[in-house]
Structures are given as structure tokens and as C-alpha cells.
């Protein structure tokens, strides 16, 4: 997410993330912190779900994007479902090999779905734009 930052010049940007420690790269943004899980850590997912909703409902935020985790994930399902918020999915750039879980499931609620890896783009989705390194 760092890499495209650029393109956000000039916009009313908020960041949310699990790492704290991020915060200081981005001195004088808005930024919240919120719990990380994954399909392991289920229980980690009832705290991280009420952050998210504090956050999303504290921001409001006209578009969300990111570059994947299940913890964003249930950001755009939130955001989507509760404000009606442009959504878009950038699969990590991790995962050359195939999809992420949580990206794959992104199809179902981000408008622009993309990977970062140009073999993994399908007609159906998701699409490639080009990688950010």
C-alpha cells in the first residue's frame, strides 16, 4: 500500500492497519490500528470486527482499498454493506503461485478485483493493471 501512496496526493486519505509501528511513515494522517487474524485465529476475528466497524463507521469512507488480508477483507465487507462504499482488492503481492483465501472470496464484494501477478488474471477476474514493484 506504501507504493501507491502517491496517488492518493492531494485526496482525504485515512490508513488503517495491524501494525502500529506503520504510523510513523505516514506522520500526520490519519491512522488506526486494528487486530489481526486469519482463518486460524478465529476468535482474534470477533475484536478485529468490532475495530473495523468503529473505524469504518468513524471514517466513512467514499472508497476502500487494499492490498489484502482477511482483516481488509472484512473492511470492504463492511464498508460495501454499511455504506455503500467503492471497494477495490489488490491481492498481495505474496501470493504468485495462486490467489489468496481472502482474495479469492474479494470477487464477491470489491467493484475492481486485481492481482499483482499477470498470470493470475482471468477473464472472470481478477484483473491485472500491473504489479507495484
Not at 475492481?112 to 488474471?121: F, K, M, V, Y
Amino acid at each position: 500500500m506504501r507504493r501507491i501512496m502517491p496517488a492518493f496526493d492531494g485526496l482525504k486519505v485515512s490508513y488503517a492497519s495491524v501494525y502500529p509501528e506503520y504510523a510513523e511513515e505516514i506522520p500526520g494522517e490519519r491512522y488506526y490500528v486494528f487486530q489481526d487474524f486469519s482463518r486460524f485465529r478465529k476468535i482474534a476475528s470477533i475484536k478485529a470486527g468490532f475495530q473495523l466497524l468503529k473505524i469504518v463507521l468513524t471514517v466513512r469512507p467514499d472508497v476502500v482499498i487494499t492490498t489484502g488480508s482477511a482483516p481488509a477483507l472484512l473492511a470492504l465487507i463492511l464498508s460495501k454493506t454499511l455504506l455503500q462504499s467503492k471497494t477495490i482488492w489488490i491481492d498481495s503481492i505474496a501470493n504468485c503461485d495462486r490467489l489468496s483465501t481472502s482474495g479469492s472470496l474479494a470477487k464477491y464484494v470489491a467493484d475492481i478485483w486485481l492481482t499483482q501477478w499477470e498470470h493470475l488474471a482471468t477473464d472472470k477476474g481478477p484483473a491485472w493493471w500491473g504489479a507495484v514493484l
